[in-house]
Every structure is written in C-alpha cells, then in structure tokens.
C-alpha cells in the first residue's frame, strides 16, 4: 500500500524520508513536493492554492490506479493540501483508504488573506516561523537560508493566503488527527472534525509542538499502522 506524505510549508519531501526506514515495507513511503524544492528546485514556485492541489494529484495518479488502496499523510500545510486533495480524488472515485492530517487547525481556519501580504515581508515571515519552533535561530539568521530557503517559504505563505474554503460533500474517508499538545494553530475538537466526513474520526495529542514529527517519530509510525491495519494486511 502507498503512503504519499505532503510536506508543511518551506519543506520538501525530505520531511518525510524518516517514515521509509520505520515503516514496515508493505507500506511504501512516498514523500511528494511541490515545485522550487528538493527535487524539483528547477520549478516554479506556486503561489495559488488551487494550482499546488492540482499540481500534486497530477503526481498521486500517476502512481496509482483508481482501484488501488492509498492513503495520504499531510503535516500543516501539507494537512491541508491533503484534505482538499482527498476531495479531488474522491470525486474522481480513487480508492483512498485514510487521511492522517498532523500540526493542523480544521481547514476552514487556514483562510487567512492576511497572509499574502505578510509573505512580501522577510521579518514578519521570520518571526511567525519563530513563534513556531523547530528552527533554530542561528538558521534563521543564515545567509544561506534567507537566500535559498526564505523565498520558498514566502511563496508557501502566500499560497495558504490564496486558500478559499469551499463547503463541499462530506468525505468519506476515516480521518486521523495528530497534533502536539504546545501547538498553538492546533485544533483537537473532535465534535467539528467529524463534520468533515461521514466515516470515523480520531484526534490524537502527543508531547510536542507545532514540529513534534522530530520528536515523535516512533508514536507517528505506531498510529500509521494501527490505522491501516485495520484496512490492509500490514503492520503484522
């Protein structure tokens, strides 16, 4: 069974290549990106939310057939590509077996106008990545880092500014939130999330913050497989 893993915002796929050496190998770990990182650093960096939905399940259907079971992993940002792409897949009748959405808010918090115009402001970008953790200070400081990384995180800022909540369908997907228990953009109400979608949910909170996936790497892992066991024969 495939696993395609959404990275936060200023990541890449490499957020996520830790889930390839802890998982067991029946589940492939497929960390996927948006363009002007990684991999595809050559890219354009998108600055509309719509644009990067399409752009990523461009790449998920390449990898499977509408009847193959998948599932996706998105971590805050990356949370909310992830919900807004299972609806795409859903639609187009794709067999996606489970969401786990990590370091995340109920997606109709992530509408934030605001944001775009904070992405054209470097100390303002740099102070809410602060507030965040996970970033060390002297990084942030960097030459390299505001040369290389600084203009990708602007651009990611600005793509979750451009973001438009949209009520739709339920999905019908079972959904399962992880989030650190210092996390201040978390949301743990389990109540709204399961008005996100007709099938089970389950909201979970580990020792942490916002970045608790460096942290919590074995708990993550654990709940992956407890999740999918129930629907494939892995994790034995």
């Known amino acids: 069974m495939k696993l395609f893993c959404v990275h936060y915002a200023g990541g ?11 998982l067991p190998a029946e589940l492939e770990v497929i960390p996927i990106e948006l363009p002007g990182r990684g991999k595809r650093n050559t890219g354009k960096l998108i600055l509309n939310f719509e644009d990067a939905c399409m752009d ?11 009847e193959e079971k998948f599932s ?10 992830s919900y807004e792409i299972a609806h795409l897949l859903q639609k187009e009748k794709y067999s996606l077996s ?29 102070d809410r990545i602060t507030k965040l953790g996970g970033t060390p200070s002297e990084l942030l400081e960097h030459p390299y880092f505001l040369k290389m990384y600084l203009p990708v995180i602007k651009a990611d800022f600005h793509l979750i500014g451009s973001y438009k909540y949209k009520r ?45 996936l460096n942290e919590q790497k074995e708990f993550l892992s654990k709940s992956i497989c407890l999740n999918l066991k129930r629907e494939v024969s892995i994790c034995k």
């Open 72 to 81: 996706l992993l998105g971590h805050s940002m990356g949370s909310l590509l």
């Open 12 to 22: 890449s796929a490499k957020a996520f290549q830790f889930l390839s050496k802890i």
């Open 56 to 66: 990523l399940v461009t790449i998920i259907k390449k990898r499977v057939d509408k």
């Open 98 to 126: 489970h969401i786990f959405l990590t370091g995340t808010k109920l997606p109709y918090q992530f509408e934030n106008k605001s944001l775009i115009e904070v992405s054209k402001r470097n100390e303002e970008v740099i």
């Open 168 to 212: 739709k369908r339920k999905l019908d997907i079972p959904i399962t939130i992880i989030n650190g228990k210092n996390d201040p953009l978390a949301n743990n109400d389990l109540g709204k999330w399961l008005q996100l979608t007709s099938n089970k949910v389950e909201v979970l909170t580990v020792d942490g913050g916002h970045f608790f």
